[in-house]
């Protein structure tokens, strides 16, 4: 069974930084994509960043480049997003999903972990 | 940027059948997913590359994409079907992924 576990999710201090992780298992980690998507409270998706299988291609939306990392380590099937200078709106639901078949590029998101919470405030 | 627009809310009684579509420019070019949440879970993946479901997705789920509306149909729609519906694509542009602002589907 594909599974795909967040965790590191917290309260933080506007300007501050957190590392969220995402645990991977049921599936070939390394032959995949995962994307990290969010959600602000009451509001709706929004692409965060993606990560090819061999970490070649990275991918992140306007709104959090230069702020966010992604990286991945294919030995532990675990896939991290650092985040620094954070701000309120950063608030959010983060969410890990695994792409359904993209090799360089995202496709579509067809198994979605539950999410950490991530709250930016003072 | 690439935009992806949805109306904010439709409504359907049950048995009915739902059209909620996804306008984007020339979006007929692009491959579009769909993904439906329920509150409090996670989404899940409903129709990808316009119009193929995933294992386990009920044939009442449909798509079809042309021109500047790609459209998620839903037959004899229950009350189970309840949710917020996304699009979503991928802007080679841009080497984005984009989502529609969501549609939340009310079962009268």
């Known amino acids: 069974e594909v599974q795909l576990v967040e965790s590191g999710g917290g309260l933080v201090r506007p300007g501050g930084s957190l590392r969220i992780s995402c645990a991977a298992s049921?599936?070939?980690?390394?032959?995949?994509?995962i994307n990290w998507v969010r959600q602000a409270p009451g509001k709706g998706l929004e692409w965060v960043s993606s990560?090819?299988?061999?970490?070649?291609?990275?991918y992140y939306a306007d709104s959090v480049k230069g702020r966010f990392t992604v990286s991945r380590d294919n030995t532990e099937n675990s896939v991290f997003l650092q985040m620094s200078s954070l701000r309120a709106e950063d608030t959010a639901v983060y969410y890990c999903?695994?792409?359904?078949?993209?090799?360089?590029?995202?496709?579509?998101?067809?198994?979605w972990g539950q999410g950490t919470l991530v709250t930016v405030s003072s | 940027s690439y935009v992806l627009t949805q109306p904010p809310s439709v409504s359907v009684a049950p048995g009915k059948t739902a059209r909620l579509t996804c306008g984007g420019n020339?979006?007929?070019?692009?491959?579009v997913h769909w993904s439906q949440q329920k509150p409090g879970q996670a989404p899940i993946l409903i129709i990808y590359?316009?119009?193929d479901r995933p294992s386990g997705i009920p044939v009442r789920f449909s798509g079809s994409n042309s021109g500047n509306t790609a459209t998620l149909t839903i037959s004899r729609v229950e009350a189970g079907d309840e949710a917020d519906y996304y699009c979503?694509?991928?802007?080679?542009?841009?080497?984005?992924?984009?989502f529609g602002g969501g549609t939340k589907l009310t079962v009268l």
């Open positions: 979503q694509v991928w802007d080679s542009s841009s080497d984005h992924v984009v």
């Open positions: 020339n979006i007929g070019s692009k491959s």
């Open positions: 049921g599936f070939t980690f390394t032959s995949y994509i």
């Open positions: 999903a695994r792409d359904l078949g993209g090799v360089t590029e995202p496709f579509a998101f067809d198994h």
């Open positions: 590359y316009n119009g």
């Open positions: 990560i090819s299988s061999g970490s070649r291609s990275i």
